[in-house]
Structures are given as structure tokens and as C-alpha cells.
């Protein structure tokens, strides 16, 4: 039987993890299958990862149940200043094979954290993106930040369409028979994706690997 979500996620103790929105994770799904105290306490022991496993580990004296140990993860991973939170978000960045969604989410942990505004979500989320996905996205206004999440997404699709990302692009398979669409038909169709993405504004600069697609417009 499949576990309900929030019984199975662990914990790392990673500085982008939510302690809290874990714990209660955890304790709601526990309730959906009206497990004992003592059941979810072992359930939580399973969970911990990494350093937070280790951490578990060097505790003296050990937590006896579930409400000692939730107390004690919260005063150990879930209490951090805004000075913190700023410090935190300045060290994420877009790894060279991480998605855009990813990226993302490690930097919503601390938005949320830190109740971020919405102007500054967009600049944190913009300056650390990878370049060549950046420079397409700078040249238009996004009304928020999950409107600029989704723009960055999809100019992170055509470029991946095109081979120019260091991961392999998200693809149907195509059905045994069916030809191959040539490589003009499919810059012909990123070059209209590009353009409704800009709405009719092809940038004056853009990155020189990817200004091919601009050629015929």
C-alpha cells in the first residue's frame, strides 16, 4: 500500500529545507493512517538523511518521542534570521545541469522564510540563473515571479530543443514510423516559439549561441 504524501520525505538538514512544513508533513500523513506516537517517532528516526541523521546521532541524552524530537529539529534547523536567510539565498545559483524548477525551489524555501517581496523574488531569481537563459529573459517584464519561473522554463525547453544546454532536452519519443522533422522545420518552429515568447520584441542583443534562431525574422 502506498504511503500518503509526507510519510515517506526525508530530511537532509539542508539550509533550504522547510523543518517545519516537514514535520507537519509528516504528523498530518501520520494521522490519514492513525498511526501511534511511537509508530511516527520510529517513521521520523527513518527519515533523517545526511546531517541530520548524524546529528540525530550525537544527541545526548537521545529524544524519547515524536514531540521531543520535532522541538528539538525545530530549534536546530528552523530558526534562522533574516540576515541569515539573505546570507543563504546569496549562495544558490543554477548548477550547470539543474532546472530551472529546481533552482527555483531551492530559493522559494527562503522566500517563503523570509517573506520575500515579490520585486525582489524576481531579482534574486533573475541574477542567478544561468546566462544563457537570463539573457533571453531580461529583456521582458514579468508581471511576478511565477510568471518569470514559466518564461524561464520555456526559453530553457527551446534551448534544450536546440541542444545548446548541458542536459538532455524533455522529448516525446517519437512513434516507429514516423520521420524525423528535419532540423530547419524545427528551428522554424523554436524561431516562432522564441517570438510569441517575446511577443513581437526580438531582443537588439542576443546570446551569439543562440542568435541563429533570429536570422530569418
Given at each position: 500500500?502506498?504511503?500518503?504524501?509526507?510519510?515517506?520525505?526525508?530530511?537532509?538538514?539542508?539550509?533550504?529545507?522547510?523543518?517545519?512544513?516537514?514535520?507537519?508533513?509528516?504528523?498530518?500523513?501520520?494521522?490519514?493512517?492513525?498511526?501511534?506516537?511511537?509508530?511516527?517517532?520510529?517513521?521520523?528516526?527513518?527519515?533523517?538523511?545526511?546531517?541530520?541523521?548524524?546529528?540525530?546521532?550525537?544527541?545526548?541524552?537521545?529524544?524519547?518521542?515524536?514531540?521531543?524530537?520535532?522541538?528539538?529539529?525545530?530549534?536546530?534547523?528552523?530558526?534562522?534570521?533574516?540576515?541569515?536567510?539573505?546570507?543563504?539565498?546569496?549562495?544558490?545559483?543554477?548548477?550547470?545541469?539543474?532546472?530551472?524548477?529546481?533552482?527555483?525551489?531551492?530559493?522559494?524555501?527562503?522566500?517563503?522564510?523570509?517573506?520575500?517581496?515579490?520585486?525582489?523574488?524576481?531579482?534574486?531569481?533573475?541574477?542567478?540563473?544561468?546566462?544563457?537563459?537570463?539573457?533571453?529573459?531580461?529583456?521582458?517584464?514579468?508581471?511576478?515571479?511565477e510568471e518569470l519561473v514559466g518564461g524561464a522554463i520555456e526559453v530553457e525547453r527551446v534551448l534544450g530543443e536546440l541542444?545548446?544546454?548541458?542536459?538532455?532536452?524533455?522529448?516525446?519519443?517519437?512513434?516507429?514510423?514516423?520521420?524525423?522533422?528535419?532540423?530547419?522545420?524545427?528551428?522554424?518552429?523554436?524561431?516562432?516559439?522564441?517570438?510569441?515568447?517575446?511577443?513581437?520584441?526580438?531582443?537588439?542583443?542576443?546570446?551569439?549561441?543562440?542568435?541563429?534562431?533570429?536570422?530569418?525574422?
Amino acid at each position: 500500500m502506498t504511503s500518503p504524501q509526507g510519510l515517506d520525505d526525508l530530511f537532509w538538514g539542508r539550509e533550504y529545507e522547510d523543518v517545519t512544513d516537514w514535520a507537519e508533513r509528516l504528523t498530518m500523513a501520520a494521522e490519514v493512517r492513525d498511526l501511534t506516537p511511537d509508530k511516527l517517532f520510529k517513521i521520523a528516526k527513518l527519515n533523517l538523511h545526511g546531517r541530520a541523521k548524524e546529528w540525530f546521532r550525537r544527541l545526548q541524552p537521545a529524544p524519547t518521542d515524536w514531540t521531543e524530537l520535532r522541538t528539538l529539529m525545530v530549534q536546530k534547523y528552523g530558526n534562522i534570521d533574516a540576515d541569515d536567510i539573505r546570507m543563504k539565498m546569496d549562495a544558490i545559483k543554477q548548477e550547470p545541469k539543474e532546472r530551472v524548477q529546481r533552482y527555483f525551489e531551492r530559493l522559494d524555501k527562503f522566500f517563503r522564510k523570509g517573506q520575500i517581496q515579490d520585486v525582489e523574488q524576481r531579482r534574486r531569481f533573475l541574477a542567478r540563473l544561468r546566462p544563457e537563459i537570463r539573457k533571453l529573459c531580461v529583456v521582458r517584464n514579468f508581471a511576478d515571479i511565477e510568471e518569470l519561473v514559466g518564461g524561464a522554463i520555456e526559453v530553457e525547453r527551446v534551448l534544450g530543443e536546440l541542444g545548446e544546454t548541458p542536459f538532455e532536452p524533455l522529448r516525446e519519443e517519437q512513434d516507429e514510423g514516423v520521420a524525423e522533422t528535419s532540423m530547419e522545420h524545427q528551428v522554424a518552429n523554436l524561431n516562432n516559439t522564441l517570438i510569441n515568447f517575446f511577443k513581437g520584441g526580438v531582443p537588439n542583443s542576443i546570446p551569439s549561441s543562440s542568435s541563429t534562431l533570429f536570422n530569418e525574422c
